[in-house]
């Protein structure tokens, strides 16, 4: 029986979704326009798709999203890449995050910042705009103009926010990174758009432990010789700043912009608002470029529509400022709900700690990685049952596939009367192709949909839809926060190569995905990772959901070696606290994988090491231990690893176990 034919719904939407939701509403709004009837969301879904102009300008419209000139139309060209959104439109993106800061919500909390160094901080919408327009007068003082790169090294908090809005509302291109990226990490990726303005902190904590960084950050201001200004963010109170003579403290900035409004300077739809970057496990992290229009009213559609925030309720995702999902949390501002950041350790003083906060804040949508939930599970934690989770109404998970045992969790120990959204997209479109709705079921082990107005399916290699089954995740019609560039690729080629080449004309995502009879989907991990032994193609998210559920597992790696014409499967175990890789384990690790998969699914070697490696954004570096054990002779970037040393041990393993390519 396969997992589509045995997953059995977990969490039914109330008998009142559609009153009640912010996307049941929207359906019932374009059934009384003449649209429709949609007899449920698939059909909803359905029209999204094929009626795109006129479904993105009724999101604009729901969504109540504010522009200076309004656009000619929704859609110019359809190319892909190349599609025109909202040509003719004027916006400006901070306006429209900093709406509720005027009327009935101005006095609503729009900020509650909880980190490891610094007491909680609170900020109304009213005083986030002041502070925005304090920071963007001095901004301007010191010559950032529109179309600027402002670069912030900050931790998930208030001065994030205040900083990105601050450099959007004046026309200028926001990018950031985490403060625990080396300094080799931040220049590969601030080199290269040569930011005017940086926004840094002086240290950060994590984990019960600080560090301070003003020596490393004076070297980073050092290599960015474009800079106009600096400004120093006290972290960690009673350190000094970052030393150097562009550098003004945050109190001053403020102290010296204080009561300018914000310009709300009109863009162009197409004008930069972010930058975000790849991994770069392999090189220089590729320059990710969003346009202004397109990011916001898929943000709209997906936070407002999909998730279902509004303005009384309390948003916490925890995130960092180096991963797409900082860039999500920050559009919640648009819906006028309170913006809960938390920054330090997920584990740090205990793993409940962010259900803690979850119950404290009456936190209504809470988002985190599947890593993290798979770790309340082994812990065996109920929040359920110790919290009060009253007004939880949603959990996002994301970073990675969620197994069906962690659903299991969520809904007998986690929180049980909550709605599960497992969403899925990436940087790439900073944003989701596939996701959760309040007006569907939510199925062990499924994610629940494809999101509105996204054209996805399943391709076969011959780039054709299948069937049934597996294939390449793709998106077959242009989404308006598709990037417009990368970062000086003055011809496209380097964009084109990364997601248009494998079918011409068609984005082509590189997740190994499957969508059931019922509409929803299943990722089985990265296409460029998928094994192939004997021919027969595995996603290794199969194995983790086997492996991973052990308790004797504490966490797990897979990936193909290849080896006389064929591949084995060679996985990489890290055993739980006080275990030990054992014959009996081995044997039992072989028999849950081949009972709960199947034989082809069984790895060829097993092999115990100390640590999985990650990216900075908490995702497994498959690739990179694929080359090692393949002898690829292409280096990988070490500054984009959270813990490269894992790396070094995994090569050191496959040494002993002989596994490595011989010369």
């Not at 279902?308 to 900082?326: I, Q, S």
Request: charge should be negative; hydrophobic fraction near 40%.
């Amino acid at each position: 029986m396969s997992l589509t034919e045995q997953s059995p719904a977990v969490w039914t939407p109330s008998e009142d979704a559609v009153e009640t939701t912010q996307i049941g509403r929207f359906k019932t709004w374009l059934g009384n326009q003449g649209y429709g009837p949609f007899a449920d969301y698939h059909a909803l879904h359905q029209w999204s798709v094929e009626d795109l102009e006129t479904f993105w300008g009724k999101v604009w419209d729901y969504c109540g999203l504010i522009c200076e000139t309004p656009a000619n139309k929704v859609l110019g060209k359809r190319d892909m890449p190349g599609a025109e959104w909202f040509p003719g439109m004027k916006l400006n993106f901070a306006a429209n995050l900093l709406r509720s800061a005027e009327g009935e919500h101005a006095s609503n909390e729009a900020v509650v910042a909880y980190c490891e160094t610094r007491q909680i901080l609170r900020r109304t919408y009213s005083e986030l705009k002041a502070d925005v327009g304090a920071l963007e007068a001095f901004l301007r003082s010191k010559g950032i103009e529109k179309g600027d790169r402002v670069a912030g090294v900050v931790t998930n908090g208030y001065e994030a926010l205040v900083g990105m809005l601050a450099a959007t509302s004046l026309g200028a291109i926001w990018s950031s990174a985490s403060p625990d990226f080396g300094i080799g990490a931040i220049l590969d990726r601030f080199g290269q758009i040569e930011p005017s303005a940086l926004i840094v902190v002086n240290g950060y904590g994590y984990g019960g432990k600080t560090f301070a960084r003003q020596k490393d950050f004076a070297e980073l201001v050092a290599g960015l010789p474009t800079l106009k200004c600096v400004v120093s963010v006290e972290q960690l109170p009673g350190e000094t700043a970052v030393p150097g003579e562009l550098v003004t403290t945050w109190e001053e900035a403020l102290a010296a912009g204080a009561g300018q409004a914000p310009s709300f300077t009109p863009v162009d739809p197409d004008h930069p608002v972010y930058i975000l970057y790849s991994s770069g496990t392999t090189g220089k992290p590729k320059c990710i470029v969003h346009g202004t229009a397109g990011l916001l009213i898929n943000h709209a559609k997906e936070l407002m529509l999909h998730g279902d925030v509004g303005p009384e309720d309390r948003f916490l995702y925890f995130t960092t400022c180096g991963w797409m999902m900082w860039n999500w949390q920050a559009s919640a501002l648009l819906t006028g709900a309170a913006v809960i950041t938390v920054d330090g350790s997920p584990g740090y003083p205990s793993l409940s700690s962010l259900w803690d906060t979850v119950a404290e804040e009456r936190v209504t949508h809470f988002g985190t990685s599947a890593r993290f939930i798979a770790g309340c599970r082994k812990e065996e934690m109920a929040p359920a049952e110790t919290l009060d989770l009253s007004k939880l109404r949603v959990v996002f998970s994301t970073g990675s596939p969620l197994l069906p045992e962690d659903y299991d969790w969520v809904y007998s120990q986690g929180a049980p009367k909550a709605l599960l959204g497992s969403i899925a997209g990436g940087t790439d479109i900073c944003g989701c192709f596939v996701g959760s709705t309040p007006l569907l079921s939510v199925r062990r082990g499924e994610i629940q949909c494809r999101f509105l107005g996204v054209d996805a399916v399943a391709y076969g290699d011959d780039g054709k839809p299948v069937d049934h089954g597996r294939g390449e995740l793709v998106c077959r019609q242009p989404l308006p926060s598709m990037p417009v560039a990368f970062w000086d690729d003055a011809d496209g080629e380097r964009y084109r190569a990364a997601y248009f080449d494998t079918f011409p004309g068609v984005w082509a995502h590189g997740d190994f995905i499957e969508f059931t009879e019922h509409g929803g989907a299943i990722i089985y991990g990265r296409s460029d990772a998928t094994l192939n032994p004997g021919g027969v193609r595995i996603g290794t998210a199969e194995i983790y959901r086997q492996v991973e559920t052990e308790a004797a597992v504490k966490d797990s790696l897979v990936v193909g070696r290849q080896i006389d014409g064929d591949v084995e499967v060679v996985l990489f175990v890290v055993p739980a606290d006080g275990q030990t890789l054992t014959d009996e384990l081995l044997k039992q690790l072989k028999t849950r994988i081949r009972q709960g998969a199947s034989p082809r699914h069984v790895p060829k070697h097993i092999v115990q090491v100390p640590d999985i490696p990650y990216t900075r954004s908490g995702k497994k570096v498959e690739l990179a231990v694929a080359r090692l054990i393949n002898g690829s002779t292409k280096a990988d970037n070490r500054d984009a690893l959270g813990n490269p040393e894992a790396l070094d041990q995994i090569r050191v393993r496959l040494a002993e176990e002989n596994l490595l390519p011989q010369d």
